[in-house]
């Protein structure tokens, strides 16, 4: 079955979302909205999604404190990546 779900809750300035797919296009989709909407997140959760890479534009989000991949597909080159992108980020993989 595939599905999306997704939550966002804002509060003051920040934000939390939700996603799992087991569909990879729906991924994309998400990412097809603009950045702007993006960058007040502060906890994003991609657990079990199958992905191999995030967009460069995640590094954008500058005020995600949690960032939940586990059970995804990156290498160890990935991984690096995106630790650069995030600095100041408590990735789970």
Excluded at 22 to 38: A, F, Q, Y
Excluded at 57 to 79: I, P, R, T
Aim: with cysteine; net charge positive.
């Amino acid at each position: 079955m595939k599905y999306i779900f997704i939550i966002f809750v804002f509060i003051s300035l920040s934000s939390v979302a939700f996603c799992q797919t087991t569909d990879i296009k729906k991924w994309e989709e998400l990412t097809k909205k603009p950045i702007s909407e993006w960058k007040n997140l502060d906890s994003l959760n991609l657990r079990n999604n199958k992905l191999t890479s995030l967009p460069p534009e995640v590094s954008e989000c500058k005020k995600l404190l949690w960032l939940q991949l586990q059970n995804n597909n990156f290498s160890q080159v990935e991984k690096d990546k995106i630790k650069a992108w995030l600095p100041n980020t408590k990735i789970e993989w």
